[in-house]
């Protein structure tokens, strides 16, 4: 039965789905978040197969789907709020049967993966350096309240730190060292505002030209706010990246409201109330594409590892799925050779997952340039939406093609055997 110690940085989807399996297998389990145990930033993200078998093995599906936003759809909708197309949950719609705010989603997992006696998470606490050994990987752990600093040993570091890991920077270099971002061309804003009547039940798509978006998702019929998305799909805003290099706040929301100054529709609404809000998020979209996954006893996982960015709709997937692959490959052995093993697995699955559709050219194709763009673009939306309303009327869907089966070794006997151990 293992024992060892395993020190995992960052509490996110993939950190605590992390901590729960090693703690099933017996691991001695530290996670440091540097963040408070309650997360509000984000928006709504989706599980679906496979990573929602993961979820079930975990035994918490009951408890995501009490969290779920309840967003009905999609609707594309022109200026005057005139609808061009409603997707239903499910299917094709951007919506999904699953949908939940990542806090509520990262909850769940940490309380989860919490109750465990062999899991201890230390909240607003950090890796401030760390060396390996052979046998061993020796840390500094920082705690942001107390300002104090303690050596802790462990036999493994995962680094579970997001886009900007810290881990990754430690134990590999800098990212402009390791050339490992790729930029998408897009800046995004993350942020939610006072509810109104029209924002529920469906989310709302608007686009503007210069390829503009504001898209507003409800979050809870009884919920107060209302989430919103920014979308400009640009290769180059000078002053936006400034701000998310200085990590400016205010003039990251200053550079956005310029930028979306012009727009009509529910924009100024939403401007006005983006300069009030608190968990306002905003950066440029980036991949992280590495030669190498691992660094002896310190291993990468999930954004950290691989971003692949909202655009391919795989992050939170792929997160879930790693999370499973690299507790089930340290179980069976416990050694770097588990690292190996890992990213054999999954590095053909994760390069897949971060090709951009559409031949790279979908966030172009979906967020057009010019006003003629756009028209064409909701003629063909409406077009969709009325063919996939007549299948469903008619109850032909049974007779459209299955989703192709992923292509990478997750087989979910393998998962109800390791749950039943
Ligand atoms: C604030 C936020 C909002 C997001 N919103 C969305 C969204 O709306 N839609 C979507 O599809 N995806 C969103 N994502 C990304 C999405 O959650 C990930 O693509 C996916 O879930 C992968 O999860 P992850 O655990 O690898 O990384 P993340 O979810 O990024 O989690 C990384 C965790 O590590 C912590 N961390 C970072 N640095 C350190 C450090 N030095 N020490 C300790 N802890 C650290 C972070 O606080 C975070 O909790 C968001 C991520 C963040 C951080």
């Not at 979050?219 to 998305?229: F, Q, W």
Request: glycine residues 6%.
């Amino acid at each position: 039965m293992p024992s060892e110690r395993v020190l995992i940085c960052g509490a996110g989807v993939a950190g605590s789905i992390l901590a729960f399996w090693l703690a099933k297998h017996d691991f001695q389990v530290v996670v440091v978040e540097r963040s408070k145990a309650e997360q509000k930033a984000g928006q709504g993200i989706e599980i679906e197969e496979p990573a929602l078998k993961v979820v079930k093995l975990m035994g918490i599906l009951d408890k995501l789907k009490e969290r779920k936003t309840g967003e009905m759809g999609f609707n594309l909708v022109d200026q005057q709020s005139r609808s061009c197309g409603i997707f239903e949950v499910g299917g094709i719609s951007p919506t999904g049967a699953l949908e939940l705010m990542r806090g509520d989603l990262t909850e769940v997992l940490y309380k989860s993966a919490d109750e465990f006696a062999n899991v201890t998470f230390q909240f607003e606490t950090t890796i401030q350096s760390l060396r390996q050994t052979q046998d061993k990987v020796i840390v500094d752990l920082e705690n942001k309240i107390t300002k104090t600093t303690r050596v802790a040993e462990f036999d493994f570091v995962v680094g579970a730190d997001g886009v900007k890991s810290w881990t990754r920077q430690l134990v590999m270099g800098s990212p402009e060292k390791l050339n490992c971002f790729k930029s998408v061309g897009a800046f995004v804003a993350y942020f939610s505002i006072p509810k109104e009547d029209q924002d529920w039940p469906y989310s709302r798509l608007c686009h503007f030209t210069d390829r503009r978006i504001v898209w507003m998702r409800p979050i809870g019929k009884e919920s107060k706010i209302t989430s919103v998305y920014l979308i400009h799909v640009h290769d180059d805003v000078p002053n936006l990246r400034r701000a998310n290099a200085a990590g400016d706040r205010l003039k990251q929301k200053e550079a956005f409201a310029e930028l979306y100054s012009d727009l009509d529709w529910e924009t100024p609404r939403v401007i006005e109330q983006m300069m009030r809000a608190e968990n306002f998020y905003s950066d440029e979209l980036m991949q992280v594409k590495l030669q190498k996954w691992s660094q002896h006893r310190v291993v990468l996982l999930g954004d950290a590892a691989w971003a692949p960015t909202p655009f391919t709709g795989e992050g939170n997937q792929l997160a879930i799925i790693g999370a499973w692959v690299l507790g089930q490959e340290l179980s069976r052995n416990p050694s770097p050779v588990a690292f190996e093993m890992y990213e054999k697995r999954l590095r053909s699955y994760v390069e897949n997952a971060q090709s951009i559709p559409l031949g790279g050219y979908a966030p172009y194709i979906f967020n057009p340039q010019t006003a003629w763009g756009i028209w064409l673009l909701r003629t063909i939306v409406r077009l969709v939406s009325w063919t996939v309303r007549a299948i469903s009327w008619m109850n032909l869907a049974r007779m459209l093609p299955d989703k192709p089966q992923n292509d990478f070794d997750l087989k979910i006997e393998e998962v109800e055997a390791e749950v039943a151990r």
